[in-house]
Nanobody, 126 residues
Framework: QVQLVESGGGVVQSGDSLRISCKAS????????MAWFRQSPGKERDFVAH????????YYADFAKDRFTISRDNAKSTVYLQMNSLKPEDTAVYYC???????????????????WGQGTQVTVSS
C-alpha cells in the first residue's frame, strides 16, 4: 500500500506561480511512477504530468508542457508540480497518483494508477 498526501494548494492571481507537493509513504517510493491529475467541477479527472520511477523521464499533457514541471525527490519520497503563468482555467483539485514502475504500460489513463491522494485545491483568480 502507498499513502499519498498532497499539500501546497491555495488561491493565487492569474500569472502567478505555485508549487504543490505530494508526500508518499508505505512502500519504496523510488519504485513507483508518479503523476498529477486535475479535476474541475463537472468535468472528468484529467492527466497533467507523469514522472517515471527512474531515468528522469517525464510526460505532460499538451496544456502543461510549457508552464508546468513535474519533479521528484526520492530521498524525501515527494513529487512536486511547479506551475507557472497560472490561468483561471487551471482552477481545479489537483490529485497525486502512483503506480508500480515495473509495468511500463503508459501514463495518461486514470485506470493505470492504483494509489491516489485526497487532492489539493488550486484556485486562480483573474
Amino acid at each position: 500500500q502507498v499513502q499519498l498526501v498532497e499539500s501546497g494548494g491555495g488561491v493565487v492571481q492569474s500569472g502567478d506561480s505555485l508549487r504543490i507537493s505530494c508526500k508518499a509513504s508505505g512502500q519504496t517510493f523510488s519504485h513507483y511512477d508518479m503523476a498529477w491529475f486535475r479535476q474541475s467541477p463537472g468535468k472528468e479527472r484529467d492527466f497533467v504530468a507523469h514522472a517515471r520511477w527512474s531515468g528522469g523521464i517525464t510526460y505532460y499533457a499538451d496544456f502543461a508542457k510549457d508552464r508546468f514541471t513535474i519533479s521528484r525527490d526520492n530521498a524525501k519520497s515527494t513529487v512536486y508540480l511547479q506551475m507557472n503563468s497560472l490561468k483561471p482555467e487551471d482552477t481545479a483539485v489537483y490529485y497525486c497518483a502512483a503506480k508500480n514502475g515495473i509495468y511500463n504500460e503508459g501514463y495518461g489513463s486514470r485506470s493505470l494508477y492504483a494509489y491516489w491522494g485526497q487532492g489539493t485545491q488550486v484556485t486562480v483568480s483573474s
